[in-house]
């Protein structure tokens, strides 16, 4: 749900024509709100958060402790095609690139994919299946995947490994936050130990993180970064349901977004507060 700040950044940046971009990158929630900014699609992403996403046939914790899934992908991916759907020929006809990061369940390791129309949805919920609180795997070319947030955080290095050398990176966490801790990592691991390597992806988190955030915080010579993180930690958190507090969190990234579109512009790097 903390998705909810970016979604406020991207529809600023889809007012403004901000852009050209070669390339857009992104795990989770982050790459599909990616999916309906390059669809054209304003306000999608907000009316998502607010709507489908509030409701307990999604989230439901009371349901997980029965035996369910906390988050039910499944559910809110048909929901999203019934009611407000995706855009797919146009997020990947688009002339930026989109990417999308997910995380392998047997081998442990970020993989990216650059789906087609007929395959977006699929590699979308691939990359946005919370390990554990959605108790299965999202199944592409004969493997099992879940989660890019887990192996690909923020994968602004994968972008600069891919030529990019002018990067606008969004975030819902404050710039310094080091990720999760060592305990919630072990935790999670020791869950999922029946799982392939992806309980190795989860004692290697906090490292993967902590090095995304100092490429961030400095990036190589050739390669300027607007960084746009919230300048506090965001009301909304992974479960929020409450419509005030997400607004908040939207008019928060909305006010980012504006700063964001005036940093582009000055084509150097700098740190935009949200």
């Not at 992104?26 to 709507?51: D, P, W």
């Not at 990592?185 to 090095?211: D, E, I, N």
Request: with cysteine; proline share 5%.
């Amino acid at each position: 749900m903390r998705g909810i700040f970016a979604a406020g950044v991207l529809d600023v940046l889809l007012e403004h024509g901000t852009g050209p971009f070669d390339l857009a990158i992104g795990s989770s929630a982050g790459a599909c709100n990616l999916a309906s900014h390059l669809a054209g699609q304003h306000g999608r992403n907000r009316r998502c958060y607010l709507t489908q996403m509030r409701r307990r046939q999604f989230s439901d914790g009371r349901r997980f402790l029965r035996g369910g899934h906390w988050f039910d992908i499944d559910y809110l991916w048909d929901a999203f095609g019934r009611e407000d759907p995706l855009d797919a020929v146009a997020a990947t006809g688009h002339d930026t690139k989109l990417v999308v990061g997910t995380t392998s369940v047997e081998r442990g390791v970020a993989e990216f994919f650059e789906p087609t129309q007929d395959d977006l949805v699929e590699v979308l919920r691939a990359s946005s299946a919370v390990p554990l609180l959605y108790r299965k795997f999202v199944e592409l070319q004969g493997q099992r995947f879940t989660d890019g947030g887990v192996a690909a955080p923020i994968p602004a290095y994968e972008a600069y490994r891919r030529g990019a050398r002018r990067l606008l990176v969004i975030r819902s966490r404050p710039a310094e936050f080091p990720g999760p801790s060592r305990l919630e990592c072990a935790v999670v691991a020791a869950a999922l130990r029946s799982h392939g390597k992806l309980p190795h992806a989860f004692l290697r988190y906090r490292s993967v993180y902590g090095r995304a955030v100092e490429f961030l915080r400095t990036p190589p010579r050739d390669c300027t970064v607007v960084h746009v993180a919230p300048e506090r930690q965001l009301r909304t958190t992974r479960m929020t349901r409450d419509v005030a507090t997400l607004e908040n969190d939207y008019a928060r990234g909305r006010a980012a977004g504006l700063l964001a579109v005036r940093a582009w512009s000055t084509g150097a790097s700098a740190r935009v507060p949200g």
